[in-house]
């Protein structure tokens, strides 16, 4: 069978961005506009409803899930003041989603957050295929290894109004850390920006790259984005692929489940 060169190409790419920056912007991706169009809308209008409204979405206290509404506008972190509102639910697959985390208010918030996951799900899938390939593996490899059909979808709101001291906050534009400099990242209209995190790069055995990244507020206007976080279930262990790793090329990461590597994470102990 004859490889289309564009499909090559394609794959090369990925995996080329993958592996120097960790981090890169998808278009063509195939969600169409309207249906981040209707995303943003709901999110926007959910976040500029009354604090008490808000509030009703509130994570529950003590829950060991970080699931619900909270907010971080005068939280003080590492000197500076955290500035961000925030939102975190589950949007697949169903057995993990509860409904009284998202929003009845706007209507449509439900049925905006279900198409885009539908499609959101079909690109992550694209994406598996060719960060596989990038790795000369099988097309289905990386996906079948973190469990892809149970894979958790957590979405994330982050809602930073403007911010009068830009300087005394944490928030919004995005900033990539790079050979000893943080770097700017030129947000492209309607792209999806694809970040690896850490278990592909342990999975890749360190060929992919996991960044470090932060963000940045603005004084003048309200910025708002949508991350979506895939994970694994929780008791499956992770660890280099057994065809990534050889005589000259050992493991240079431990097998961990991912609960305890989310446990150490949390918790600032080295992995």
Known sequence: M?????????????????????????????IPSHVITSLQKVGREFFELSQEEKELYAKLPDSKSIEGY????????????????????????????????????????????????????GVADKLFSRLSLGLGLDEDELKKS??????????????????????LALGVDLQVFRDDHWFDVKYIPNALVIHIGDQLEILSNGKYKSILHRTTVNKEMTRMSWPVFLEPPPELAIGPLSRLINEENPPKYKE?????????????IPQ
């Open 256 to 268: 961990k489940k991912y609960c305890d590597y989310v446990y150490c994470k949390l918790n600032k």
């Open 146 to 167: 973190v469990d892809g059909d149970e894979l958790t979808y957590l979405l994330k709101i982050n809602y930073y109004p403007p911010c009068p001291r830009p300087d």
């Open 2 to 30: 004859a490889i289309d060169p564009d499909e090559a190409n394609l794959t090369r790419l990925i995996a080329e961005a993958s592996m120097e920056w960790g981090i890169f912007q998808i278009v063509n991706h195939g």
């Open 70 to 121: 909270g907010t971080k506008l005068q939280k003080e972190v590492e000197g500076k003041k955290a500035w961000v509102d925030h939102l975190f639910h589950n949007v697949w697959p169903p057995s993990a989603i509860n409904y009284h985390f998202w929003p009845k208010n706007p209507p449509s918030y439900r049925d905006a957050n279900e198409e885009y996951t539908k499609c959101l799900r």
